[in-house]
Each structure stands twice: as structure tokens, then as C-alpha cells.
């Protein structure tokens, strides 16, 4: 099994974990890593193609897929090591992170600290199960 130590483990290589991994790097911590269980960093939902993301961030509007690839070209350009196609299987009390992918195979990551910033799951319409009755009005 290969170890390592790391300041700084981000879970989620969406626009929120990019941000918190950037912002950890600013803010002075050491060894900053994101682990994504996707192919590519972005984790921006499909249907984000409007405008509106970035205004604060980047004071410019931005489509949900642009305002993604600006923290992947800020990550790309920093110092932060970021494991795509990687599974988190377990993450212990004392910040000890198992994952494993098809390069590296099984990881055993001690951290300083672990951010989660696993977003969400895009469903299409037919995968959404709704139970229970919602009376009108509420």
C-alpha cells in the first residue's frame, strides 16, 4: 500500500473543493492535494451553461463549464497535487484517508486536516424517486 503525508486533503474536485484547495495554499498550508473520483476536475453540473457564476469570485459573468475551467487553470498553475479516477473508501478520526485508483492502487494518506467538498450527483429526471404526498400550498 502506498503512503503518504500531506498538510491539506480536499474531497471533491468541483469549484468548491479547487477553491478550497487554492485558498489553503494562499492561506500558507504545505502539501495540498484534491481527490477526485472523476476522470476530469470540473464537477460542474451538465446544464450549467447560463450565465451568472463568477461574479464575485472573478467579477466577470461566467457559463457554470468557464467558471470551472478558471480554478482548474488556477490549480493547473499552483503547486497542488490532484488525483483524478481516485475512490475515498474510508476516512478515519484521526485524518488518516484510504483511496485507491488504477495507477497508484491502494493509498493510505495521513492529512492535517481533510475538507469535503463532494457537491452533488447530477440525476436525469427518471432516476429521481419521490415518496410521500406534499399537500398543496406548502
Not at 500531506?6 to 473543493?17: L, M, N, R, T, Y
Amino acid at each position: 500500500m502506498k503512503e503518504m503525508k500531506i498538510d491539506i486533503a480536499v474531497i471533491g474536485g468541483g469549484p468548491a473543493g479547487m477553491a478550497a484547495a487554492l485558498e489553503a495554499r494562499r492561506q500558507g498550508a504545505g502539501k495540498v492535494m484534491i481527490i477526485e473520483r472523476d476522470i476530469e476536475p470540473g464537477g460542474i453540473l451538465q446544464q450549467c451553461i447560463h450565465d451568472g457564476f463568477g461574479l464575485h469570485r472573478f467579477k466577470k459573468r461566467l457559463s457554470g463549464t468557464d467558471y470551472a475551467q478558471r480554478f482548474i487553470d488556477e490549480v493547473e498553475a499552483s503547486d497542488i497535487e490532484v488525483l483524478l479516477d481516485t475512490m475515498v473508501l474510508e476516512i478515519t478520526r484521526d485524518k488518516v484517508v484510504y483511496a485507491c485508483n488504477n495507477r497508484d492502487g491502494m493509498m493510505k494518506i495521513r492529512c492535517g486536516a481533510v475538507i469535503l467538498a463532494m457537491g452533488c450527483r447530477e440525476r436525469t429526471a427518471s432516476q429521481v424517486l419521490l415518496y410521500g404526498y406534499r399537500r398543496p400550498g406548502l
